[in-house]
């Protein structure tokens, strides 16, 4: 036999079919390589989408790598599942075609989910706040925890979550608070219309500069604001960087109080006269006549 012969013969038997295993008519096979799929995908699914969260987190930010690992998750799962059914023998052309029409009556049922989708998107563009931010989002204060593609959490100072669409978020006003480093804390002050203000302006300067949590530049400010029906209305802004706004707050009204008392400020306190017709001329008469007595009696 000859070298060429003895080739096509190896070539032959390599080309032949060999014997299929089976198991209740299921051929072995493709199970087992539908085994080895899921196996290994779903590890390296998580594992990816792992990676891709952190590395966008690390050059973008958190809110961004939250959210593209999660997009990476979702599309490797329809993924591995269109790949599961292959490997199992399922024609993917009904299954397409039954998805579509899910899809539609899906897309319909679901506007509102699409629609918070969308507007997410546009959060994550726009970016006009981020994880740990403190915003303002319709009178609810709080702190987000996390900024999702439908909605947004948020933590408020008494620890209650509020789930926030993000469909109201695009169309609400939103008040970051903690955006920038620095913050003034402005405070109310009211003096009686006998004062000085001059002086009350120098004082609450004074006040302003000593204390430890104020910064230099932006300097504090003193604006006279208005008359008021029984007051002077004065508003004092003093800058802080933003861990110290509530401490601030505090030493700031605590010193203005303890500087009036000593300087002799007052701080007027709104008062009211009550007519109860001849009542009130009847009591006027009693206690015009209480005085004259008693000082009929202090003269005797």
Same mark, same amino acid.
């Given at each position: 036999?000859?070298?060429?012969? +003895? ?9 032949? %079919?060999?014997? @299929? ?5 299921? +051929? /072995?096979?493709?199970? /087992?390589? @539908? ?20 590395? *966008? ?6 809110? !961004? ?6 997009? *990476? ?19 993917? !052309? %009904? ?10 009556? &899906? ?28 915003? $303002? ?7 987000? =925890?996390?900024? $999702? @593609?439908?909605?947004?959490? &948020?933590? @408020?100072?008494?620890?209650? =979550? ?24 402005? /405070?109310?002050?009211? /003096? ?5 203000? #001059? ?8 006040? !302003? ?60 306190? %709104? ?13 006027? #008469? ?15």
């Amino acid at each position: 036999m000859s070298v060429l012969a +003895s080739v096509r013969l190896i070539q032959e038997a390599a080309e032949a %079919p060999g014997p @299929t295993l089976s198991l209740d008519g299921l +051929s /072995v096979g493709p199970l /087992v390589r @539908t085994l080895v799929v899921v196996a290994i995908g779903v590890p390296l699914l998580y594992l990816v989408a792992k990676w891709t969260r952190r590395w *966008v987190s690390q050059h973008m930010n958190l809110q !961004a790598g939250l959210v593209a690992g999660k997009l *990476v998750f979702y599309l490797g799962v329809t993924i591995l599942v269109i790949s599961t059914l292959r490997e199992m023998g399922f024609s993917l !052309a %009904p299954l397409l075609g039954a998805a579509g029409v899910l899809g539609i009556a &899906l897309g319909f049922a679901s506007q509102t989910s699409v629609s918070n989708v969308i507007s997410g998107l546009f959060l994550i563009a726009e970016r006009p706040f981020v994880v740990d931010d403190l915003i $303002d989002v319709g009178g609810v204060l709080g702190r987000v =925890m996390s900024i $999702d @593609t439908i909605s947004v959490q &948020l933590r @408020t100072f008494d620890n209650r =979550m509020v789930r926030i669409p993000n469909e109201t978020l695009v169309k609400s006003q939103v008040i970051n608070i903690t955006r920038f480093p620095i913050r003034r804390v402005d /405070v109310q002050v009211r /003096v009686s219309l006998r004062e000085d203000a #001059a002086r009350v302006r120098h004082i609450l300067l004074e006040i !302003a500069d000593k204390n430890p949590l104020s910064l230099m530049e932006p300097k504090p400010i003193v604006v006279f604001e208005r008359f008021g029906e029984y007051s002077m209305d004065f508003l004092l802004g003093v800058w802080t960087v933003q861990g110290n706004y509530l401490a601030i707050k505090n030493s700031i009204q605590e010193g203005i109080k303890e500087r009036f008392e000593a300087e002799g400020i007052e701080i007027p306190v %709104p008062r009211r006269t009550l007519d109860f017709g001849r009542e009130t001329a009847r009591l006027e #008469a009693e206690l015009l006549e209480e005085e004259r007595r008693g000082s009929g009696e202090e003269a005797g």
